[in-house]
């Protein structure tokens, strides 16, 4: 493997997939996974006939749990089809030199290509989509980031569900997505908090504090944008306790 690529370890995936709520999401994505992983060629012909692809976007306001649905999709092709997931070594790739970053990343897409054939599966991650091609700040950078981002734009039309490739991006600002972009992700989820989640999240967490530690849960917490902001009020708390 190149260095613009890094595979993420399977502890990592089983601890960030705790997900709470998001079923239907979940249910849908692992459908795909299923169609692209045990399913007949008849399949595979068809969707790649009307060009369906297995790229996927999650988007939605910050904490809302994209990357955790992500990293649950993840542990999902992997323990049901042992696919792995990997994720683009930006601080390689992106290099100030003109025509580096462009290059590097068609290395990457070439590698991604190589290992699903390999492995017969992919995951790509590319969480925080958006960041992907910010402005670094050199000269050439207008240019050098549409070419990388036409490269990009190209490898997802390159692929097929028959090379068992899975794209799963998550973003904040999808709004401000390219349409051209936007169109190359074939299923596109808004990821929204919800009052059930969040109450289930709370019974999980009160069943969590330890009896010697003389803290009271404020079902206040429900209330809060998102399971992120839950924990962040707990978290607060705790310092305090703690400081004393
Ligand atoms: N639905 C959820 N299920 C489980 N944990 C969640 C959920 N939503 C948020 N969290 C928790 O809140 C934190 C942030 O979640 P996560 O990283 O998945 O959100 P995000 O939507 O990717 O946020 P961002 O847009 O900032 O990247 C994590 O600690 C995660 O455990
Ligand atoms: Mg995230």
């Known amino acids: 493997m190149n260095d613009f690529l890094y595979r993420i370890d399977e502890k990592i995936i089983k601890s960030k997939a705790n997900l709470i709520g998001h079923t239907d999401e979940f249910k849908q994505c692992s459908k795909l996974i299923d169609i692209i992983h045990d ?23 910050t904490g809302t749990g994209k990357t955790t649905l992500a990293y649950s999709i993840a542990k999902y092709a992997l323990t049901k089809y042992g696919i792995e997931s990997y994720s683009l070594n930006i601080e390689n790739i992106i290099k100030t030199e003109l025509g580096a970053t462009v290059n590097n990343f068609e290395s ?13 599966g992919i995951i790509l991650f590319l969480d925080e989509f958006d960041r992907l091609l910010v402005n670094r ?73 330890p ?15 998102n399971i992120s902001n839950m924990k962040k009020l707990v978290r607060e708390d705790i310092v305090k306790l703690i400081k004393g």
């Open 39 to 61: 399913s007949g060629k008849e399949y595979l012909t068809f969707f790649n006939e009307i060009d369906i692809r297995s790229i996927n976007i999650f988007y939605g306001e």
């Open 108 to 120: 990457a897409f070439q590698e991604i290509k190589k290992l699903s054939e390999e492995d017969k």
């Open 137 to 209: 700040g050199n000269d050439n950078e207008l240019s050098e980031l549409k070419r990388a981002l036409i490269a990009l734009m190209d490898f997802f039309q390159s692929i097929s569900v028959k090379q068992q490739i899975t794209i799963l991006a998550t973003t904040n600002y999808f709004g401000s997505l390219d349409s051209a972009m936007k169109r190359r992700f074939s299923f596109h989820y808004e990821i929204k908090s919800n009052k059930e989640s969040r109450e289930e999240y709370y019974e999980k967490l009160k069943k969590l504090i």
């Open 211 to 225: 009896n010697g530690l003389n803290y009271k849960l404020s079902d206040k917490i429900i209330d809060s944008s």
